[in-house]
Structure formats: structure tokens, C-alpha cells
T-cell receptor, first 115, second 116 residues
């Protein structure tokens, strides 16, 4: 079945560091990928929709300059948390599907801890 | 506006009990898709089922069954003879047909604890 790979699975770094998270669709092409953020004991909050070859669409309240998204190919989207601070610590998870209406396949998530 | 409500925040049962997780949705679209995902403690999301709005047939997969009722805008999930390995957070989600991206709207999630 379709698989989405997310890397790294865990990051611990100092405040002010920029962190890049990769999301790859391994056996299908994805013109659209999604980035979510999840705080402990809460639901997934959609941050942005990543569109291959064009700008990402950000949800209300999500800072574009803080969370940079690049979707340069049909199998790779990256999320860069720029100048991360402790409040950016969270679980970030990406997803993609082969077609609209089909199940989203999720990466295993990245646990980001900013000291 | 689109919305998914999982009113049960936490449920605790003893192994072998049956348990139903509720999901109520709101949408103005006539075409939409409903999903259930499982999130075990390790964090990954596991796809369980997809239903489109034109298919109200209930489904059974092993110990899992789903009841889709358009009249009440509900898509409930039942685990029969629960096991400790069923302990996880379960999310119900909606994707509207009018969406040109297929983005998911998640419910708040229900934490299921199955005790031995």
C-alpha cells in the first residue's frame, strides 16, 4: 500500500535553530501534501496545504515566515521551522493521498523539542 | 460550516467489553468522505476506514464495525470484544467533496483505554 515517510522522527535543538522536516511519498505521486501540528492530548491541527510547484496554502493563524513549506517535486514536501523557540515544540505530522477522497496516508511524525 | 464532533473525550473499558465511539459531522456538501484513524501511543496515524456519502452500508471488519447514518449525520465506530492493544486515540475525520485538495477536518479524538 501507499507509504509516506517522514524524517527525522525526533529533533532536540537549541532555541534559535532552524529545523527542516521532510515528507516523502514513497510509491505514489502527490501533488498535494498536508502538514499538521499536534499538541499533547489534542487533535491534529492543519497548518498548511503543500502544493507541488506552487505556494503553500496556510491556515488562519499560521505564520508563513515561521513555517516555510517547499514542495519541489511530486514526492517530496519539506517544512522548515525557522528560528525555532520553545513554544514551537510539538508533534508535526505530514500526510498525502493518491487522489482526492482517498484515504490520507500519514508519516510517522516528528517530535520537535526546542530547549 | 464543516465540523466533526467526538463528544467522548475518554473511554475506559475492561478487556472483552464492547465499546462504541461516537462521531457526528456537519457539512453542506452532498458529496463527502468520512474516515476513522487510530493513533497508538507511538504517534503514527493508522487508517481504519473510508466511507463516501453515497454509501450508507454498514461495514464490519473483524472486531471492528461502523454505522453510518446520514439522517443523524453520524458515523459511529464499534469495537467488539475489546483488547488491550485497542488502547489508542481514535479520530473521526471528514473530507468535503467541494474541497479541491481533499483536506481532512478532524474531530477532537477519543482516547480509549482497555484494561486487562
Amino acid at each position: 500500500g501507499a507509504v509516506v515517510s517522514q524524517h527525522p522522527s525526533r529533533v532536540i535543538c537549541k532555541s534559535g535553530t532552524s529545523v527542516k522536516i521532510e515528507c516523502r511519498s514513497l510509491d505514489f505521486q502527490a501533488t498535494t501534501m498536508f502538514w499538521y501540528r499536534q499538541f499533547p492530548k489534542q487533535s491534529l491541527m492543519l497548518m498548511a496545504t503543500s502544493n507541488e510547484g506552487s505556494k503553500a496554502t496556510y491556515e488562519q493563524g499560521v505564520e508563513k515566515d515561521k513555517f516555510l513549506i517547499n514542495h519541489a517535486s511530486l514526492t517530496l514536501s519539506t517544512l522548515t521551522v525557522t528560528s525555532a523557540h520553545p513554544e514551537d515544540s510539538s508533534f508535526y505530522i505530514c500526510s498525502a493521498s493518491e487522489m482526492i477522497g482517498q484515504p490520507q496516508h500519514f508519516g510517522d511524525g516528528t517530535r520537535l523539542s526546542i530547549l | 460550516a464543516q465540523k466533526v464532533t467526538q463528544a467522548q473525550t475518554e473511554i475506559s473499558v475492561v478487556e472483552k467489553e464492547d465499546v462504541t465511539l461516537d462521531c457526528v459531522y456537519e457539512t453542506r456538501d452532498t458529496t463527502y468522505y468520512l474516515f476513522w484513524y487510530k493513533q497508538p501511543p507511538s504517534g503514527e496515524l493508522v487508517f481504519l476506514i473510508r466511507r463516501n456519502s453515497f454509501d450508507e452500508q454498514n461495514e464490519i471488519s473483524g472486531r471492528y464495525s461502523w454505522n453510518f447514518q446520514k439522517s443523524t449525520s453520524s458515523f459511529n465506530f464499534t469495537i467488539t470484544a475489546s483488547q488491550v492493544v485497542d488502547s489508542a486515540v481514535y479520530f473521526c475525520a471528514l473530507s468535503e467533496g467541494s474541497s479541491n485538495t481533499g483536506k481532512l477536518i478532524f474531530g477532537q479524538g477519543t482516547t480509549l483505554q482497555v484494561k486487562p
